[in-house]
T-cell receptor
Framework: GAGVSQSPSNKVTEKGKDVELRCDPI?????LYWYRQSLGQGLEFLIY????????KSGLPSDRFSAERTGGSVSTLTIQRTQQEDSAVYLC??????????????FGSGTQLSVL | AQSVAQPEDQVNVAEGNPLTVKCTYS??????LFWYVQYPNRGLQFLLK??????LVKGSYGFEAEFNKSQTSFHLKKPSALVSDSALYFC?????????????FGTGTKLQVIP
């Protein structure tokens, strides 16, 4: 079976441009996360979708960042007016919605974003 | 708010020696605790988790972790390190007090096993 798929794997953009990053979770996984991994910063939580519940957007660093999840499956993370400090690896993860949140996360390979 | 601390950016250990990677956590309720590993040029993989029950949990590749509620710690251990264990290790926590809570990760610890 397919794992979590992210595209593109690499994205180079110019400062000020908008970018869209895509995540296709494992089929049947209703929980979907976006994290950002920068050198020396660990895994920074961005946003969490769980089924039809309102997403937890508490980790989005600014209003330039937004995310959608259509039909409870594919998610798109959009960064508007990119800045050099947005350069990082953006990771998507999905999981089953077992009671109590004891399920493990399955991660995609990430999108390496470079803002010039 | 929940948080995780990994106090060591890097841990060096000789091959064959025991290894420990430290993790402490903070949650308002009771924790679910996880360890993930990221090998070079590979994605993050689940290693083990503590949900309830025995404080010592065993995971993949011979790793284990000990939950200590009084010290709010969940240190990762292995009795005998292998060079192939060299990787980046992340501790994570989720508050199980109810509802759908996010998973918070630490900053990661780079484990270097020296031949």
């Amino acid at each position: 079976g397919a794992g979590v798929s992210q595209s593109p794997s690499n994205k180079v953009t110019e400062k000020g441009k908008d970018v869209e990053l895509r995540c296709d979770p494992i089929s049947g996984h209703t929980a979907l996360y976006w994290y950002r991994q920068s050198l020396g910063q660990g895994l920074e939580f961005l946003i969490y979708f769980q089924g039809n519940s309102a997403p937890d957007k508490s980790g989005l660093p600014s209003d330039r960042f937004s995310a959608e999840r259509t039909g409870g499956s594919v998610s798109t993370l959009t960064i508007q007016r990119t800045q050099q400090e947005d350069s990082a690896v953006y990771l998507c993860a999905s999981s089953l919605p077992r009671t109590g949140g004891r399920e493990k996360l399955f991660f995609g390979s990430g999108t390496q974003l470079s803002v010039l | 708010a929940q948080s995780v601390a990994q106090p060591e950016d890097q841990v060096n250990v000789a091959e064959g020696n025991p290894l420990t990677v430290k993790c402490t956590y903070s949650v308002s309720g009771n924790p679910y605790l996880f360890w993930y590993v990221q090998y070079p040029n590979r994605g993050l993989q689940f290693l083990l988790k503590y949900i309830t029950g025995d404080n010592l949990v065993k995971g993949s590749y011979g790793f284990e972790a000990e939950f200590n509620k009084s010290q709010t710690s969940f240190h990762l251990k292995k009795p005998s390190a292998l060079v192939s264990d060299s990787a980046l290790y992340f501790c994570a926590v989720r508050d199980n007090s109810g509802g759908y809570q996010k998973v918070t990760f630490g900053t990661g610890t780079k484990l270097q096993v020296i031949p």
